[in-house]
């Protein structure tokens, strides 16, 4: 389900996030990963800023045994099949045309239900993180995109995954 009304998206439904700008979205939500339960909400703020918060509910895949123990196909030992919970936001700043600035940051957790202290687009979730006894995943990205023609484009990103203030 989506619907606009005078510069916000809401959507509501099953659907695949995409925040970046190479051909299959970024480093933090990625256009390749399966599609997910969710409720996105977005404001265009101004003509050159945009805002877009997400919550939803992600599932293990099918193809993984029932097992709370299991080594993925890069060798990566996970512990829990149980739904995880995914709470993401998104800032866009495009200050001319070809230029788009982006920062974003989500957090996943799982065995636990909702967490109201995610459900606040405007909190840091790297403080609620914190507040909450660190046992979350918290990760942070900046990306920028120029377009330089009408079929060239240079892009970056950076992705910050678990950042430990006290090893800084």
Request: net charge negative; no cysteine.
């Amino acid at each position: 389900l989506n619907t606009s009304w005078k510069g916000i998206d809401l959507t509501y439904g099953k659907d695949r996030v995409a925040w970046g700008s190479s051909g299959d979205g970024g480093l933090l939500l990625s256009g390749v990963a399966p599609s997910f339960n969710q409720l996105r909400i977005a404001f265009q703020l101004t003509n050159d800023l945009r805002f877009t918060y997400l919550v939803g509910q992600m599932h293990p895949s099918d193809d993984v045994v029932g097992d709370t123990m299991y080594v993925t196909d890069r060798g990566w030992t996970r512990y829990s099949l149980v739904p995880k919970w995914l709470a993401a936001h998104r800032l866009e700043y495009s200050p001319w045309e070809p230029v788009l600035l982006s920062v974003s940051e989500a957090i996943i957790w799982g065995n636990r239900g909702l967490d109201p202290s995610y459900l606040n687009p405007l909190y840091f979730f790297y403080s609620a993180e914190h507040d909450g006894g660190d046992q979350d995943n918290v990760l942070m990205a900046g990306d920028i995109r120029i377009r330089i023609a009408h079929h060239a484009l240079v892009y970056g990103e950076l992705l910050i995954d678990d950042i430990k203030t006290s090893t800084l």
